[in-house]
């Protein structure tokens, strides 16, 4: 890594996104024409891709966890994360993290991300987003629009960065969810972090995801998988969500960048995103 830029090594979430997939899914392919087929047969025009495979009970479930989300003003959360890295020559490593999110709706996010592979702060205040790397020392600060949606599209689009599990502090967290999926199904009642969760399964074409609801309650995310299956050696991403609390209000200060005095600030478009 180069002295002048920070890598935003939040171990891989792309821009937000939580997708995933059922074991059980089966694909059907036309068989190839022969080489003794006519000529008009082998001009026969690609078939259109088939419709999604959607679980309406899947649907349902998750429209409910977004709801309880979306409806919700303030919230703060703890993950536990293990994530993969491939070697060039295939050998896939495993890493850990730990990550606590604030959301205050509309224009208010706070993370803090600790890995084996280094930790990040990330502080969003309704004008500006500051990215601060703490082992070495840079932070990159740039205005960005007033509201959490407004910000994150700014990120990815302006400079190709996302935050992992951010999509969570969306407005519809749901639309973000559903961009692309081509299939979803409920798996069935499953453990999470030793509560009994409904266990939901969804995929896109080059990412399958699976999520786990709490039943009681509101309908929280307690874990989520990805498998970027595409990727080089498949890596996977996995959090663990626990120690959800809803307060009436977080202190704005709470949002506010927290600096280092030695902290060296680098511009923005140095930031570089590690993705699996």
Known sequence: MKKSSISLNFAAIVATIFLASNPGIC??????????ASPASAQVPPQPAPPPKLDPRAEQLLSRSCEDLASSKAFTFHAEITFDKVLPDNVKLQF???????VQRPNQLAVEYHSDLGGKEVWYDGTNVTI????????????????????MEQLETAHNLTI?????A?????????????????IGVNDAAGEDCDHLA??????DWQIWLQRNGKHLPRKVVINYRNAPG?????????????????PASVFRPDLPKDAKRIDIGKVKETKP
């Not at 992992?164 to 969570?168: G, I, K, R, V």
């Not at 498949?234 to 977080?250: Q, R």
Request: negative net charge; charged residues 15%.
């Open 132 to 151: 601060f790397d703490p082992p070495h020392m840079f932070y990159a600060s740039t205005e960005v629009p007033d509201s959490i949606d407004g910000m």
């Open 170 to 186: 969306y407005s519809h967290p749901c639309e973000m969810f559903r961009k692309g999926v081509i299939f979803s199904a409920y």
């Open 234 to 250: 498949s890596p996977e991403y996995v959090a663990v969500l626990s120690d959800w609390k809803f307060p009436g209000s977080i």
């Open 202 to 207: 969804f995929s896109k074409s080059n990412v």
């Open 27 to 36: 694909q059907e392919t036309a068989a190839a024409p022969s080489s003794a």
């Open 164 to 168: 992992p599990l951010a999509d969570l």
């Open 96 to 102: 850990a993290a730990a990550a606590d999110y604030a």
